[in-house]
């Protein structure tokens, strides 16, 4: 085999010193640092001890070129954002399903930019990940089904997709959003406004859908004026709450679609000192939502196990699961804090 060097030039140590030094053959030690069975305890110790003291660094990406299975035991994350609560935990239940298997992870963020969606896709497969776990933005379909079709299983997180023999899993915003405007009818709140993300990512257009036929559930008028959309980021919140709060018939409840729309929600109101006065419903749970005054009360999904769910059916398909593609629905739950408990004028 031959040799390498390292960073700073000297060579790196390769299976055939591993062998020397332990006294043994290199299909010996090729079959301890690949986890295969059939060593002796004493000389899989030999070898070990003899990587160790040599400094050996084991080839991965070489190993997996000459597996029969061809597999790199990695798999491909791409998620919308690594710093929002909800990728982070997403990716953590992603890990920890693979880490179980003694698979790694890599993983990177498109900020909904097809454009470094579709590089991460073309990255990943380059590197021969064993299969891919993605939050689509929806404008990449072609290049997820050429990655499938390439012999890449890809499973679909928090949106569908249209490529096919593609697994997803996604949660019924719909049907949180609905319940979540019921909840504000039932308070007393008859001038509720939505604040939602871009209108081109699926869920933030189901959780407007889920408003709008909430709206037509109970009866309440559905405002105009009230709707803000293509809300991305916390600033852009702030702006927008602004606006609806100096409106000359302002809301007296706001549902906000996403987590770091809820965040700019939130200080736009505390600003204005109105947050004992405007009752607020956010969609997904945020980090110490619980401890504020009134804590933020929240529609979550739990990215965790959306993570875990996602990881079992792309394990599925590598273990050789055949059929059509699945489609995991689940559930969200309603996080009563306060803010969204705050009674309208029809209720008190």
């Known amino acids: ?43 899989a110790e030999k070898v070990t001890r003899a990587a160790e003291l040599l400094g050996y660094r084991h080839d991965l990406t070489a190993s997996s070129l000459r597996r029969a299975d061809r597999r790199t035991r990695t798999l491909g994350l791409i998620i919308e954002d690594a710093a929002n609560p909800f990728s982070a935990a997403l990716h953590r239940a992603v890990e920890d399903t693979a880490a179980e298997r003694g698979v790694l992870v890599l993983a990177g963020s498109t900020d909904e930019d097809p454009v470094r969606e579709r590089g991460l896709v073309n990255t990943f497969t380059a590197r021969r990940v064993d299969g891919l776990i993605v939050v689509p933005t929806g404008l990449t379909d072609t290049e997820l089904d050429a990655a499938r079709r390439g012999g890449t299983p890809v499973v679909c997180v928090d949106r569908p997709t249209t490529a096919q023999q593609v697994d997803t899993v996604t949660v019924d915003n719909r049907a949180g959003v609905r319940a979540a405007v019921r909840k504000l009818y039932a308070a007393g709140h008859r001038r509720i406004a939505f604040l939602g993300d871009l209108s081109a990512i699926w869920t933030a257009e189901e959780r407007h859908a889920g408003f709008v036929e909430g709206l037509a559930e109970a009866g309440c008028v559905l405002h105009p004026a009230l709707i803000r959309r293509g809300l991305h980021g916390a600033e852009a919140a702030q702006e927008a709450t602004r606006e609806l709060l100096a409106l000359p018939q302002p809301p007296t409840a706001l549902v906000s679609a996403q987590n770091l729309v809820t965040v700019g929600v939130r200080k736009t109101l505390q600003e204005l000192r109105l947050q ?12 110490f939502a619980d401890l504020l005054e009134p804590g933020i009360s929240v529609i979550a999904q739990d990215p965790a196990s959306i993570g875990r769910e996602a990881a079992t059916l792309l394990f599925d398909r590598l273990d050789g699961e055949h059929g059509p593609a699945r489609h995991r629905v689940l559930t969200t739950r309603y ?13 008190m």
């Open 1 to 43: 085999m031959p040799s390498s060097e390292n960073d700073a030039g000297r060579r790196s140590a390769t299976m055939r010193d591993v062998a020397t030094m332990a006294g043994v053959g290199i299909a010996t030690v090729s079959r301890v640092v690949n986890g295969k069975p059939g060593v002796a305890p004493d000389l």
């Open 335 to 347: 996080l009563a804090r306060g803010s969204g408990e705050l009674p309208g004028p029809e209720g």
């Open 276 to 287: 004992h006065h405007v009752a607020l419903i956010g969609f997904d749970d945020l980090p």
